[in-house]
């Protein structure tokens, strides 16, 4: 299969830890990456690889992986935090890009 | 700092061609695969096709049969065209920069975009 899964929103208070997960047959062999797009804007990536941040990404981000499916966690989440998060990989065959459908993550 | 700036009609009329090209600042065209992405309206991100410095393309297989993604190393740009359009074309089309690794795992990512350019397909 080339698709990867997000649950379409997910909310979480002020200050708490949010999990954010992705799934995909493809996630068996790649590490999933993770994008930040707030309205407007262009998509940032936040995570890539086993649990790397760009430069000038808080670490309050990260990054994990079990079977098919990848994890980005907010520990501490931030008004700033609130915005579309989409993952996206290799597809198995390793020739096309997948982006997941998106998750809406609002903070409260 | 490698910046991407991208350019193209933003106004289309049904079965026209859509065109835009995204140039590259500041850093090495090649190792990378450059990539054209679109975002309709209120939806996710869809990937449109890929080129690397060599010319090499993938495509995603709902769009192969109407886009061609060229490059011009000479001028360290890559365009998309993308034929026969409709409404169902409109979006915000993103050129961005992409890299595949390896870390216990495969990996690959995209860490430089454009800023996007949206194109309307209306009569």
């Known amino acids: 299969s080339s698709e990867l899964t997000q649950d379409p929103a997910v909310s979480v208070a002020l200050g708490q830890t949010v999990r954010i997960t992705c799934q995909g047959d493809s996630l068996r062999s790649y590490y999933a990456s993770w994008y930040q797009q707030k309205p407007g804007q262009a998509p940032v990536l936040v995570i890539y690889?086993?649990?790397n941040r760009p430069s000038g990404i808080p670490d309050r981000f990260s990054g994990s992986s079990s079977g098919n499916t990848a994890s980005l966690t907010i520990t501490g989440a931030q008004a700033e935090d609130e915005a579309d998060y989409y993952c996206n990989s290799r597809d198995s065959s390793g020739n096309l890009v997948v982006f997941g459908g998106g998750t809406k993550l609002t903070v409260l | 700092q490698v910046q991407l700036q991208q350019w193209g009609a933003g106004l289309l009329k049904p079965s026209e061609t859509l065109s835009l090209t995204c140039a590259v600042y500041g850093g090495s065209f090649s190792g990378y695969y450059w990539s054209w992405i679109r975002q309709p309206p209120g939806k996710g991100l869809e990937w449109i096709g890929e080129?690397?410095?060599?010319?090499?393309?993938n495509y995603n297989p709902s769009l192969k049969s109407r886009v061609t993604i060229s490059v011009d190393t000479s001028k360290n740009q890559f365009s998309l065209k993308l034929s026969s359009v409709t409404a169902a074309d409109t979006a915000v089309y993103y050129c961005?920069?992409?890299?595949?690794?390896?870390?216990?795992?495969?990996?690959?990512?995209?860490?430089?975009w454009g800023k996007g350019t949206t194109v309307t397909v209306s009569s």
């Open positions: 080129i690397n410095h060599s010319g090499s393309t």
């Open positions: 961005a920069r992409g890299r595949d690794s390896y870390d216990d795992y495969y990996y690959y990512y995209m860490d430089v």
């Open positions: 690889g086993k649990n």
